[in-house]
């Protein structure tokens, strides 16, 4: 593997991913990496809608329609897509988010025409089977994975209350990817029909094929799979969001049966790849990325006060916040927690970080970006993400790049400009204990 | 959101080839494509050596990034904790990181930070384990950082009352989480309470209180000697330098006299029993059914990974197939033998929704049944082509083959084991199949725990009759009725 040129002090290059890109007559995409260092191949397709297409009253529809994508198609009746596939040795899965929903299939190299034409017949012959007993066999699927990772969770509902007082009515990420329980229970068959013929399209999705492959004979095969399937209609525009603005702090509870209140901090910031959003990531491993980190280091390490703490800037296509979670220990006060975060937080606003913290958090980003490229599937995923999100394939060196650009002013900048704007602050409490909540002038017992 | 909950799945690498494709012709879209033969199973060569103080190196080069994975692993876990101080050997490998020579808790954190790199610590109830992952770049100061934390640890008393206040709220957050309740009710009532494996490896509120630092010390003193480890290593190295490197880092390591360990044996298997613990208001019921199962050492081993594929351990797998693709009364349904040096339990588990959990119950009763019966030779072919066809991609990073190896390092496996992994499961039968299905899975004789709303569960539950009916705590321990 070809490598780049190093950057920063004593840090290990991100070498680029080489590929080559092209688009059928269809408009589907395709990104090609080839790597024979293992005999397998991964085919990794997105498609660009997410739970933020969706409309009030069909949240976690996306998702939903994610697992319905495994029901049979017209040539691969229900119940092959997998049978099949282990068979030959192959995994699968997929995955949706507020921007996105992702496939994947991960093969021996021999199996590479399985793998297409299993998602091929989805993209192009979904509807000819498709009935209501299976979406409702979905739908239960999916209420289970809803019960079993946000519903019976301690916090697990936190995230859902967050959006909805963070974003505006109706902004595309003022609900949680997985939905609620009333709007599963609406989606309709019609709901299927229509999401499919709009989103479900060859030129709105980006087939990414990574690992051990003959680059000739798969696009032949490409076109033979994928090349019929006709192009969908144009597109409905992209909602168009404001920047938010929070007027003034909001302080919410919520009881959930747990033995320790936490509390989660969020202000509104900035969208992925925007100018600031790399300093937040920085700025968010300052705060609480090991033990010489700002709050970690006082709240958990020097006064063992909380249990833990968190930091992290969650940046998407439309927009982004950055959330600050902590959890006392066993008898300690939130609002004491409160007073000490605040501190904290104006020490960053009024003072550069030093160089020594610059450099920890850095090197660990510069690392990762190493680690992300270790597998067929991870590189596939990359490049897919990068041609959607900023544009071309290629800018894992710029992404990389981002972090090593961020100066120690940066991160006071960042501080002062998002971190001192209203916010949202959640306290979830044990049942019957709404007294421990946070509120403006710190209350909290 | 993703579609489904991971499947551990087995192990490799090959030979690349497609078969040809005809360019112009029409894709006949009616029937799955006919596949060129798949590629030849061949792993990355291992190289061996020893340390004239008894420790054991593997090595293996994969040059295709700058990167390379450590994982030392020390013979011992937590099945040797002391009686009484059940998470003896978790708080020791937690303690590794919290002062190493001169460095302190901070300069430690500090120094793993300024490098860039992976450095955990951890205990199974088999061995413990210092893994590092570094780039290559940073690989000489990575590697004096760990051998700081393998060969001096310092166990600061400050740091232990830190570590040890964190476990004890970690106990109180564990009451949060069914699923971690079954699990560990589960295990107790299974093995009784006297049992290492009926005991929680982090511990019970009464033993981590129990523990003072000089406890950990003996544990490093007494475990962590060389001839009781191996060191993995995977990655862009060369084996003689890297040899010579580990040489002078971990020559001076001491040997020691590894003392043997007789598990008590676990309590006789009684009669099929459903044990219902209360949690008040919860969306899903955890079930956690099964027995007593087999050691790593087991004859049976590639028969006994066949029949559990095909009972739970894919997602075409039956339990899964049958309690979510065909019923969607869960996200998820699998089973597994966890095989130890000796015998780890045998578990069929899924969360679900509450208001089926009688139903639940009778389709987990059906597929254990029915595993017993003569598994048909299709769904035999395609297990074992999945598990054989799927090995390439488990030996894809560093970290992977790492992993990979550490079994081979503690079960004393051959070298060769990867290699022969494809014919030993060719090896297995519908007769073998079914054998060890018989042996080892009896529904008469099932602990079936399920955690979940008594309120709203206990009536179906007890409608199903699967077993007589005991109401347990958090602990699994009997409560008054």
Redesign the interface.
Known sequence: ?A?GVPVGS???SV?KIKYEKYTLPNGLEVILHED?????VAVNTWYHVGSGDEKLGRTGFA?LF??IM?MGS??VPV??F???L??????N?????EDRTEYHE?V???????AL?LD??RMG?LLPTMDLPKV??????V???R???V????YGRSEEVILAALYPKGHPYSWS??GSMADLSAASLDDVKNFFRTYYAPNNATLAIAG???PA?VK??IR??FGDIPRGPTLPARPNVPVVELAKDTFLVMED????PRAFYNWPTVKLFAPDDAALDVLASVLT????SRLY?KL??DM?VA?NVRASQQSSRLAGYFQIDVTP??GQSLGSIDAIIRQELQRLVAEPITT?EL???Q??????F??R????QNKADILNSYNYLAGTPDYIQQDAGRYDRVTRADVQRVAGAYLTKPKVVLTVVPEGKREMMLTATGGAK | ????PLYL?AMA?????????A?N???D?????V?????KVSLPPIATRQLPNGLKLIIVEQH????ADFILVIGSGGTVDPTGKAGVANLTAAMLTEGAGKRS??EI??Q??????GLNTGSNWDASTISL?T????MDSALALFADIVLRPTFPMAEFE?IR??RL??L??I????TVIANQAYASILYGSTHPYGQPLIGTEASINSIVSTDLVNFYKTHFFANNSTLIIVGDVNPDQIERKIASMFGSWQQGAVAEYHLADAPKAGGTTVYLIDKP????SSFRIGSIGVPRSTKDYFALTVMNTILGG???SRLN?NL????????GARSGFDMRRAAGPFTASA???AAKTDSGLIEFMKELNAIRDTVPAVEL???K??L??????D?????QIAGALVPVALYNLPLDYYNNYVQSIEAITQADVQRVAREYINPASLVIVIVGDRKSIESGVRAVNAGPLSIRDFTGQPVSQ
């Open positions: 593997m490598l004593g840090g290990q070498p024979h260092s293992t005999p397998i998702h994610e697992h495994f017209e040539h119940g092959v997998d049978k099949e282990e068979a030959a040795g192959g995994d899965n997929g995955s949706t988010t991960v021996p190299s021999n199996a590479l025409p399985l034409w091929s017949d012959f409702d066999l979905q739908r239960d699927v209420k289970n994975e019960r079993q990772s519903d019976n969770v301690p990817v997985i051990d492959f003959d004979s032949t095969l033979q799979y049966k747990v033995q320790l990325s090991g033990k010489n280091k958990v390490y063992q249990q220990k066993p020594r450099a920890r958090v090197n660990s980003f510069r690392s990762s190493l680690n490229m270790s597998s067929v | 959101m993703s579609r489904r799945g690498v090959l030979v690349f080839q497609t078969p040809a494709v360019q012709a029409p894709i879209r009616s029937h799955s494509p596949l060129g033969p798949p590629p295709e990034l700058p990167l808790s901070l954190a500090d793993q930070a300024f490098l860039g790199i992952h780039p290559t770049a940073q830190r206040k964190n709220t970690d109180i957050q009451k949060d989480r069914p208001g919860a969306a899903q894919s997602f075409t197939q979510r693709e065909t019923h969607g009364y869960t996200y969360e679900v929704v072919q395609k297990t082509r999945y054989q066809l799927g090995l390439p991609a030996f894809e990073t560093t970290q």
